[in-house]
């Protein structure tokens, strides 16, 4: 679907911008004086006889009450019993409605932002290969895929770690290492939040558990890299010999070939594991050893990207990678891995390189094409530019880099103006889910991505002070902006048509019947076959175990949720989706305070422009 700019002319911020809210607006406003002099109306004789003439007092013998005329005493008898009369009129009622329960109508419930990023965090934990620690967790896994990538020949370790993609036992190192890249961008801008809730550390450990397997998967030693290790284990479609789709087995059962796939080319691969392991530097500075192991990868899996002779989409023609995890296109990781790179080493050239007018022009980055603003996994432009925007911000480099950034700013605007309803940009359920991947399977994962970015930008806004953007001329105040991020997250954990949640085991209704090999199949120590397994992905009861924190697929576009285990769209969750869900949940959670960590990110650059030399020294004859 192509879009048309509906907001028309140039999205500006204007940081002068002021809002004033009613209370101090009325604090603010002059008393009327004259709407305190005494107002001339026309009175009527009587009014006229109450203000100008005194009332003569006489003693009456009777009283008036309407209809009939009667004595002091007798008015007094009739008044005595009128009270009496209101009194047990409406004494019991009173009594009953303040002693009997109330009934009234529930609040709509709290989210828990920050319990549901503690779960969610565990879901990575479920999804590890190797090896596992002792510390992991989990209680029904246990060390898998120990023989994987055993004839690579780049270390003795082979290909054995890492993390299982989704409900199957591929390792798919595409989305991997976007994964890593999200989970250490999330890190980085909301330490404070991590530590304030106890999940610092499990952090970065899930993180390096994904950044040591991917300095594995390509000759991290070598002055030059000329291949790179994929994927591990797949399927082709249709396939009716053992492998990681046909068979249902827990990792730890595992007994069918896993076939390693290698590429000599693949930008788009290159770019993402470069930002990844750039992204990761930066959180792992207090290790200066391993963070500075981690740029060296970076930088040489980038110029293994700019290769002139290796530009072709690392799945292309392989069926066991483009029916899965097929790339659309490498420029937007040039870009990302370029932003990235820059953050952590300061150099440059590579603010240059992303911020080329050509990048954005291949990558069609400035084209009002409604699906490049969805972040995703294939796609790290809406993502890139607001990285890019974040250095317009807070730094301001200006020439030569102004002129893309602020196109890029302007577009990170259109991009969160895309994602508000009354634009009608996109598609909306009637349960109020933006339909980001318009209509298709899975959906929740690009709702969560989008949710972070907003909730990011909202943050990057408030810490410049700024309070809105603009929508054409249209202002939109940043609280419309972040209630379009809680709506979508309070979605995903239950505020929705099928009142579940979506994350399993936060709340008490969520998926019981998960696409999920490990967690479908119980530990009662009995082996079962490739084809022995059937029985329990076939099954109608609930998983034996419940993979805590895993984002399934989600409902479809009419709000409805199937939860069978068969139907891997609805129930199947994945590594880069759970990686979008931590994210934006960090950014939701008030633990450990409000806002971002402005300068961390910036620890590594140099000044922009050269330092003030010191001043003469004064002159002595």
């Given at each position: 679907?192509?879009?048309?700019?509906?907001?028309?002319?140039?999205?500006?911020?204007?940081?002068?911008?002021?809002?004033?809210?009613?209370?101090?607006?009325?604090?603010?406003?002059?008393?009327?004086?004259?709407?305190?002099?005494?107002?001339?109306?026309?009175?009527?004789?009587?009014?006229?006889?109450?203000?100008?003439?005194?009332?003569?007092?006489?003693?009456?013998?009777?009283?008036?009450?309407?209809?009939?005329?009667?004595?002091?005493?007798?008015?007094?008898?009739?008044?005595?019993?009128?009270?009496?009369?209101?009194?047990?009129?409406?004494?019991?009622?009173?009594?009953?409605?303040?002693?009997?329960?109330?009934?009234?109508?529930?609040?709509?419930?709290?989210?828990?932002?920050?319990?549901?990023?503690?779960?969610?965090?565990?879901?990575?934990?479920?999804?590890?290969?190797?090896?596992?620690?002792?510390?992991?967790?989990?209680?029904?896994?246990?060390?898998?895929?120990?023989?994987?990538?055993?004839?690579?020949?780049?270390?003795?370790?082979?290909?054995?770690?890492?993390?299982y993609d989704a409900g199957d036992n591929a390792k798919f190192h595409f989305p991997m290492a976007f994964?890593?890249?999200?989970?250490?961008w999330s890190v980085i801008e909301y330490r404070q939040k991590y530590e304030a809730i106890g999940e610092?550390?499990?952090?970065?450990?899930?993180?390096?558990?994904?950044?040591?397997?991917?300095?594995?998967?390509?000759?991290?030693?070598?002055?030059?890299?000329?291949?790179?290790?994929?994927?591990?284990?797949?399927?082709?479609?249709?396939?009716?010999?053992?492998?990681?789709?046909?068979?249902?087995?827990?990792?730890?059962?595992?007994?069918?070939?896993?076939?390693?796939?290698?590429?000599?080319?693949?930008?788009?691969?290159?770019?993402?594991?470069?930002?990844?392991?750039?992204?990761?530097?930066?959180?792992?500075?207090?290790?200066?050893?391993?963070?500075?192991?981690?740029?060296?990868?970076?930088?040489?899996?980038?110029?293994?990207?700019?290769?002139?002779?290796?530009?072709?989409?690392?799945?292309?023609?392989?069926?066991?990678?483009?029916?899965?995890?097929?790339?659309?296109?490498?420029?937007?990781?040039?870009?990302?891995?370029?932003?990235?790179?820059?953050?952590?080493?300061?150099?440059?050239?590579?603010?240059?390189?992303?911020?080329?007018?050509?990048?954005?022009?291949?990558?069609?980055?400035?084209?009002?094409?409604?699906?490049?603003?969805?972040?995703?996994?294939?796609?790290?432009?809406?993502?890139?530019?607001?990285?890019?925007?974040?250095?317009?911000?807070?730094?301001?480099?200006?020439?030569?880099?102004?002129?893309?950034?602020?196109?890029?700013?302007?577009?990170?605007?259109?991009?969160?103006?895309?994602?508000?309803?009354?634009?009608?940009?996109?598609?909306?359920?009637?349960?109020?889910?933006?339909?980001?991947?318009?209509?298709?399977?899975?959906?929740?994962?690009?709702?969560?991505?989008?949710?972070?970015?907003?909730?990011?930008?909202?943050?990057?806004?408030?810490?410049?002070?700024?309070?809105?953007?603009?929508?054409?001329?249209?202002?939109?105040?940043?609280?419309?902006?972040?209630?379009?991020?809680?709506?979508?997250?309070?979605?995903?954990?239950?505020?929705?048509?099928?009142?579940?949640?979506?994350?399993?085991?936060?709340?008490?209704?969520?998926?019981?019947?998960?696409?999920?090999?490990?967690?479908?199949?119980?530990?009662?120590?009995?082996?079962?076959?490739?084809?022995?397994?059937?029985?329990?992905?076939?099954?109608?009861?609930?998983?034996?175990?419940?993979?805590?924190?895993?984002?399934?697929?989600?409902?479809?576009?009419?709000?409805?949720?199937?939860?069978?285990?068969?139907?891997?769209?609805?129930?199947?969750?994945?590594?880069?989706?759970?990686?979008?869900?931590?994210?934006?949940?960090?950014?939701?959670?008030?633990?450990?305070?409000?806002?971002?960590?402005?300068?961390?990110?910036?620890?590594?650059?140099?000044?922009?422009?050269?330092?003030?030399?010191?001043?003469?020294?004064?002159?002595?004859?």
């Amino acid at each position: 679907m192509h879009s048309a700019n509906h907001w028309g002319g140039s999205f500006e911020i204007y940081s002068g911008a002021e809002s004033t809210t009613d209370d101090e607006k009325s604090r603010n406003i002059e008393w009327d004086k004259a709407a305190l002099q005494p107002q001339h109306h026309h009175l009527d004789e009587t009014q006229q006889s109450w203000l100008l003439y005194p009332e003569e007092i006489k003693k009456k013998k009777y009283v008036d009450l309407g209809c009939v005329s009667c004595s002091h005493k007798a008015a007094w008898k009739w008044t005595l019993f009128a009270f009496v009369f209101q009194l047990l009129l409406i004494a019991p009622p009173t009594i009953l409605a303040k002693t009997l329960p109330q009934h009234e109508s529930k609040p709509p419930p709290a989210y828990n932002y920050t319990l549901a990023l503690q779960k969610a965090l565990l879901f990575f934990n479920a999804q590890k290969s190797g090896k596992l620690p002792k510390n992991n967790g989990i209680p029904w896994r246990g060390d898998s895929g120990l023989q994987d990538g055993n004839d690579t020949g780049f270390s003795k370790e082979g290909l054995v770690g890492g993390y299982y993609d989704a409900g199957d036992n591929a390792k798919f190192h595409f989305p991997m290492a976007f994964s890593m890249t999200m989970l250490s961008w999330s890190v980085i801008e909301y330490r404070q939040k991590y530590e304030a809730i106890g999940e610092y550390q499990h952090t970065r450990d899930l993180i390096r558990w994904g950044t040591d397997y991917l300095l594995l998967t390509f000759n991290s030693s070598a002055r030059k890299i000329d291949i790179i290790y994929c994927q591990v284990g797949g399927s082709l479609i249709g396939s009716r010999v053992p492998d990681d789709h046909y068979c249902w087995q827990r990792p730890e059962d595992m007994d069918y070939p896993r076939p390693v796939q290698v590429v000599n080319s693949g930008p788009d691969l290159a770019g993402e594991m470069a930002a990844a392991l750039a992204a990761a530097s930066i959180v792992f500075r207090d290790n200066k050893a391993y963070s500075e192991k981690l740029v060296r990868g970076a930088a040489k899996l980038y110029a293994f990207a700019r290769d002139f002779s290796r530009r072709r989409a690392y799945s292309s023609g392989n069926d066991y990678i483009a029916t899965f995890y097929n790339s659309s296109g490498y420029y937007d990781e040039y870009i990302w891995g370029a932003t990235w790179l820059y953050y952590a080493t300061g150099n440059i050239s590579y603010l240059e390189l992303a911020t080329q007018p050509g990048f954005a022009k291949h990558s069609k980055a400035l084209s009002r094409v409604s699906y490049l603003s969805v972040p995703s996994w294939d796609n790290k432009l809406p993502a890139a530019m607001l990285l890019l925007t974040r250095s317009r911000l807070f730094l301001t480099p200006g020439y030569p880099y102004e002129e893309m950034l602020r196109v890029y700013h302007e577009k990170t605007e259109l991009n969160m103006c895309s994602y508000l309803q009354q634009f009608n940009e996109f598609n909306w359920t009637k349960g109020g889910m933006i339909k980001l991947n318009q209509g298709r399977p899975q959906p929740l994962q690009y709702v969560a991505n989008a949710a972070f970015l907003a909730s990011l930008y909202v943050d990057y806004l408030n810490a410049t002070g700024v309070p809105g953007l603009f929508c054409g001329p249209r202002f939109i105040p940043l609280d419309l902006l972040r209630s379009f991020a809680t709506s979508q997250i309070n979605y995903i954990l239950g505020d929705n048509p099928m009142k579940m949640s979506y994350v399993v085991g936060y709340g008490t209704k969520f998926p019981r019947h998960v696409h999920h090999r490990g967690a479908s199949t119980p530990t009662d120590k009995t082996r079962y076959s490739c084809t022995g397994g059937w029985k329990w992905r076939d099954s109608s009861k609930p998983n034996p175990h419940n993979i805590t924190g895993a984002m399934v697929g989600g409902p479809d576009g009419f709000d409805q949720f199937h939860d069978v285990r068969t139907n891997y769209n609805f129930t199947e969750p994945t590594l880069a989706g759970n990686a979008g869900l931590v994210a934006a949940l960090a950014s939701l959670t008030s633990s450990g305070g409000i806002g971002i960590d402005k300068n961390s990110i910036f620890a590594a650059l140099p000044p922009l422009y050269p330092p003030t030399p010191p001043p003469l020294p004064a002159w002595k004859p």
